[in-house]
């Protein structure tokens, strides 16, 4: 399996400042095809997942584009560019080169 | 508008069996792969398995393989996960979503269901 790993585990936010959430695999998620196959999803509290980021640096429909993911091999990075209240749950990264589909343990972010 | 709709929350005992249901509107059901994904309470996310409506290709996530049955009925665009026999540790939130794959190329789980409870207890 490959292993999925994030940082921080938490992360304390204030609106309108910038925040950044780090993932890491355990082996390359790029494709011969030179994709990257990793995805970004968000758990509200209460609701279910939402995509965000697909293919490591695309966002999903409807998705605002203060969200933008980057990276490739082992290491990505999901960014806010300004956080806003509604923006709070845990975010889960999660790869998809792989039957066997892993997530990222989860970064829960909050307001300060 | 693509819809999701799963089956209302389940109280067992462990030992029993059950099946959860996940119906699909809004979309070619036999188009997309539909996975199913384990919360357990407080825990983050795990994946299950996944099955193609179109040819039923079906694949499981390592540590569920034998444990679980994944299925789904074209006629009626429902996608089940069942169970021959609970424990108590199965007790969680189960979520259906579906996948696009084209040519190889995902485009991720872009749409969810509200989510089924399992309670296992005796």
């Known amino acids: 399996d490959i292993v999925m790993t994030q940082s921080p585990l938490t992360l304390p936010v204030t609106p309108g400042e910038p925040a950044s959430i780090s993932c890491r695999s355990s082996?390359?998620?790029?494709?011969?095809?030179?994709?990257?196959?990793l995805e970004w999803y968000l758990q509200k509290p209460g609701q279910s997942p939402q995509l965000l980021i697909y293919?490591?640096?695309n966002r999903a429909s409807g998705v605002p584009d203060r969200f933008s993911g980057s990276g490739s091999g082992t290491d990505f990075t999901l960014e806010i560019s300004r956080v806003e209240a509604e923006d709070v749950g845990v975010y889960y990264c999660?790869?998809?080169?792989?039957?066997?589909?892993?997530f990222g343990p989860g970064t829960k972010v909050d307001l300060k | 508008e693509v819809q999701l709709v799963q089956s209302g929350a389940e109280v067992k005992k462990p030992g029993e069996s059950l099946k959860i249901s996940c119906e699909a509107s809004?979309?070619?059901?036999?188009?997309?792969?539909i996975g199913w994904v384990r919360q357990m309470p407080g825990k983050g996310l795990e994946w299950l398995g996944i099955?193609?409506?179109?040819?039923?290709?079906?694949r499981y996530g390592p540590s569920f393989e034998g444990q679980i049955t994944i299925s789904a009925d074209r006629s009626t665009s429902t996608a089940y996960l069942q169970w021959s026999s609970l424990e108590a540790s199965d007790s969680a939130i189960y979520y259906c979503?579906?996948?696009?794959?084209?040519?190889?190329?995902?485009?991720?789980?872009?749409?969810w269901g509200q989510g089924t409870l399992v309670t296992v207890s005796s």
């Open positions: 099955i193609y409506p179109g040819d039923s290709d079906t």
């Open positions: 082996q390359s998620l790029q494709q011969s095809d030179g994709y990257n196959y």
């Open positions: 809004g979309y070619s059901f036999t188009s997309y792969w």
């Open positions: 979503a579906r996948r696009r794959v084209v040519v190889g190329l995902t485009s991720g789980f872009d749409s």
């Open positions: 293919l490591a640096s």
């Open positions: 999660m790869q998809g080169l792989q039957t066997g589909l892993t």
